[in-house]
């Protein structure tokens, strides 16, 4: 998994600008502000690079309309599936306006990743996807950073320089949930957190219950246990964005009483994703197929296109999946024919 923030050379630099801006800090904005539901599907965005290896806007946006079309609740963009940290600061920026220009006027809620190398920086970014009208961010907690009290400071810095409804990302140390209380306590904005680092069906109740329910449990992992986590009480889900569209009718149908359609839906997915994963698809492949991407290429890959399929390059019997070759795309593309009937994008 690639490093995420903030080098182990540049933390004591870090928490001491962290430390600085957090005794400067002044009311924090009010909670619950209208806007769009922040709760449901918010995949993470991919992010879709041209032959020239730079990032596609176009591209970029479409995924934010064939979100809109599909009644998918929200987008997160950029985060860890997002290849965040192989974007520059200006692709970051242009990207976040990229999207949120697509977004205008549709129901998908466009969450922008505002983590960085200093913070400084990460306030940048913060400022920006308020400037540019994104619906809320998102923040990976800095890296090397594991003491309740710095992720605190962290995380109430970004707090109180936004009134936009904040996400946290438990990823990749669990926190405690002491911490995530203390949070939701002190920071207004943060009402969401996006719990995988830790056995997230062990922590949803305890979260929900010490909250009062205050909290909506966001869970990742490629949302392989939805309809456990539905059964406990979880609020979101952050699936990649391919067949977003069918995780969110899966959602939905739960929370309107349906639930042995839920569950049926959501078996659809599990099924789409063993096809997926034997004929070892790469993960933007979906979205080439459904007419939204233009290549499969990544930056995380040598040689251009990605080759891993989903779950980081393993079939679904942990073994690593076959090359991906025409016989593969004829597969893939059969199983979604299959997936026709309940496709909305």
């Given amino acids: 998994m690639p490093s995420i923030g903030v080098p182990a050379s540049g933390r004591r630099q870090f928490l001491q600008v962290l430390g600085a801006g957090a005794l400067a800090l002044g009311r924090l904005p009010a909670a619950d502000k209208p806007g769009k539901p922040m709760r449901g599907l918010f995949p993470i965005g991919a992010s879709p690079f041209t032959d020239a290896n730079e990032l596609d806007f176009e591209c970029l946006a479409a995924q934010v309309k064939f979100l809109n079309r599909g009644g998918v609740h929200g987008v997160i963009w950029p985060q860890i599936a997002s290849e965040w940290t192989t974007l520059s600061k200006k692709e970051r920026l242009d ?90 306590k002190e920071i207004p904005t943060f009402r969401q957190i996006k719990d995988e680092a830790g056995d997230t069906l062990a922590r949803i109740t305890e979260i929900r219950t010490r909250t009062d329910d205050g909290i909506k449990v966001f869970t990742g992992n490629g949302v392989r246990n939805m309809i456990n986590e539905l059964m406990l009480g979880a609020q979101g889900y952050c699936p990649t964005t391919d067949l977003a569209d069918i995780y969110a009718q899966a959602f939905d149908l739960w929370n309107a009483g349906k639930r042995t359609q839920a569950f049926d839906m959501f078996g659809r997915v599990l099924c789409f994703n063993s096809v997926v994963q034997t004929a070892g698809a790469p993960q933007k492949y979906v979205l080439v197929a459904r007419g939204v991407f233009k290549n499969t290429r990544s930056r995380r890959a040598s040689g251009g296109d990605a080759s891993a399929g989903r779950g980081g390059g393993q079939g679904a019997s942990g073994r690593a999946a076959r090359p991906f070759d025409a016989a593969g795309e004829k597969t893939v593309k059969e199983a979604l024919d299959l997936l026709k009937p309940y496709l909305k994008a």
């Fill in 95 to 184: 990207g976040a306006e990229a999207m949120t220009a697509a977004g205008k006027g549709g129901k998908t809620a466009i969450t922008i990743g505002v983590q960085g190398p200093d913070m400084p920086t990460v306030l940048e970014y913060v400022k920006h996807a308020e400037k540019v009208g994104a619906d809320a961010i998102c923040s990976l907690p800095p890296a090397n950073v594991t003491d309740d009290g710095a992720l605190f400071d962290y995380y109430k810095q970004i707090g109180s320089t936004t009134g936009l409804p904040l996400f946290v990302q438990s990823q990749p140390f669990p926190m405690s949930i002491d911490l995530i209380v203390r949070m939701y």
